[in-house]
């Protein structure tokens, strides 16, 4: 049997792609080099009955209602707002930065209309290229150099092994600075946990009757016999892996950044006081995450994780330095040339080399499979 889509890779990205192009007719063929869908947001029921995320914490938030209503389809949300507790200074304190982490590092009691020109104060006593020139630069320019070094600083150089002077100013987007006293993680419309688990959500989107799937097979050692499963006048190929092997690192290879995690099941019915308490200046794992909090199950044992930043392993970050911008660009341009003979999309956090969050994901595999329907 031939296919018109060959999809690679069965996670959020490919399976968007995967559903939207099987709803039109399209007959499409997923292969998945793992043994299970849903990628690095794949997750599983520990026999302690806690839904437990195999690749570290993936909250799901997002302002774009598109992406919202298309994962409806799919799953129901339990509500969740996310909440963060940062160990510094021996103190369990809320981040990202609001007014009620200001009291607690400074010993202060300011109000949230003070909270403005506190931050100026700090920031006129540091020093920093305007406009920032790296992350350093974008966060000392909002929150000044006390209350960097505490919470961002070794964090970073924990999480990406290199110094913070090295990273784009982009990554510090991801965390706003807030003068009010919000203490959640994202202030997003739409927040949430699958109720059944993203696998279970990414198999409701693969359940399809137009859609097959390949699990245990991996595009490069296919090689020909990939391509031989395609209707081969007008068969596309949607590709999210590592965007560097696709061409055979032949700009070089991208950086990525993985992760060693560690999982305990704790005989007590909670560990902490939050679904996630992140370690900047202690111990050589980020952060602590407690997966009872996000899901709401209920038992008298608790699953635990640390994650340990490592060079090498399943690649989860991509590392935006200046020279991985460069490489990605020249392999963009060819991606580029591919996907205008409309026979490819390349999409998804290692296909783009984009920090996407997932909900950034699922919006670039719709536009990107509408584009193409819409030229077809
Ligand atoms: N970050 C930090 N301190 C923290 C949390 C985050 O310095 O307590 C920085 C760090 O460089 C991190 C980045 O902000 O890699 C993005 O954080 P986020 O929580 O979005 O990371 P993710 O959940 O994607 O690992």
Redesign the pocket.
Known sequence: MKFNCLVVGAGISGATCARILAETGRKVLVIEKQKNSAGNCHDYLSKEGITVHTHGPHIFHTNNKQVWDFLNRFTEFRFFQHRVL?FADGLLIP?PINTDTINMVFNTSITTEDVFSFLEKEVKKASFANPPLN?RDAVVSQVGERLYNL??KN??IK??GRQPEELSAE??K??PVRTNRDGRYFSDQYQGIPSEGYTKMVDNMLNHENISILFGADYFKLGNLASAFLDEEKGLTIYTGELDKFFDYKYGELEYRSLHIEFKTIEQEWYQNAAVV?Y?NDYDFTRITEFKHMTGERSDKTVICMEYPRDKGIPY?VVITESNTKKRELYMADVKALEKNGKFIFTGRLAEYKYYNMDQAILAAIEKTEKYLKSC
Do not use: D, E, G, K
């Open positions: 940062s981040f992350f919470f961002f964090y970073t999480q990406w990554i510090a991801r965390i992140n900047p970050y």
